[in-house]
């Protein structure tokens, strides 16, 4: 039984602490439940839209000293949100060519320590097949607009996210070329979230 609805049925964006993103309600805890499970070094979001969810994550990794960067081809953050964004450390590279910057993020996620990157522009498949081959052994990477609910045939209202952009099959043949397992899957369904991590060997 739901206490309370995950998403807006009418399309619009929800409001975590306060924050305007397209994410259901779940998002912001279960990503800092994981980032109490791994803490990040850095975390790369590919896809600001108002930059909600970016400063929300950045409440956690400041208090943890990570690092948050977030890209997008628009302006962001919104302009309410620019202020908690500069004084939490989040670095928006906003109205870049998110394809134009693949070897700059490449970088990023090559530095020491454990790099999230999360994988929400305009086309999850090719954000995840892409930078996936750049990942270190512990490194996470995540897709948003995931539907676990469909495969079950679950109705629009009992799925906690039924925008799908990304399928299972296509995160894990992505997975199967990149050395990468599963990551808290169990805990992303209900955030709308695919993840992987690197295999450490």
């Given at each position: 039984m739901k206490l309370f609805p995950l998403y807006a049925i009418d399309g619009s964006g929800t409001h975590p602490l306060g924050l305007p993103m397209c994410q259901n309600r779940l998002a912001v805890p279960t990503w800092?439940?994981?980032?109490?499970?791994?803490?990040?070094?850095?975390i790369i979001e590919l896809g600001s839209?108002?930059?909600g969810l970016a400063i929300a994550l950045g409440v956690h990794a400041y208090r943890i000293g990570a690092r948050v960067i977030s890209y997008d081809r628009s302006r962001a953050p919104?302009?309410?949100?620019?202020?908690l964004g500069r004084f939490l450390g989040v670095a928006?590279?906003?109205?870049?060519?998110?394809?134009?910057?693949?070897?700059?993020?490449?970088?990023?996620?090559?530095?020491?320590?454990?790099?999230y990157v999360l994988c929400d522009g305009g086309d999850k498949p090719r954000e995840?097949?892409?930078?996936?081959?750049?990942?270190?052994?512990?490194?996470?990477?995540?897709?948003?607009?995931?539907d676990a609910g469909h495969a079950l045939g679950a109705p629009d209202l009992e799925r906690p996210w039924?925008?799908?952009?990304?399928s299972k099959g296509e995160g894990d043949a992505v997975a199967l070329v990149n050395a990468l397992e599963p990551w808290m899957q169990e805990h992303f369904d209900l955030a709308g979230w695919l993840a992987y991590r690197k295999r450490v060997t």
């Open positions: 800092s439940y994981a980032m109490e499970v791994l803490p990040p070094t850095r839209y108002s930059g919104m302009q309410e949100l620019a202020a928006f590279r906003d109205q870049v060519d998110l394809w134009e910057c693949e070897a700059e993020i490449a970088e990023l996620i090559a530095e020491p320590g454990t790099s995840l097949a892409t930078f996936a081959r750049y990942l270190k052994p512990g490194d996470i990477i995540a897709a948003h607009d995931y039924p925008w799908g952009e990304i």
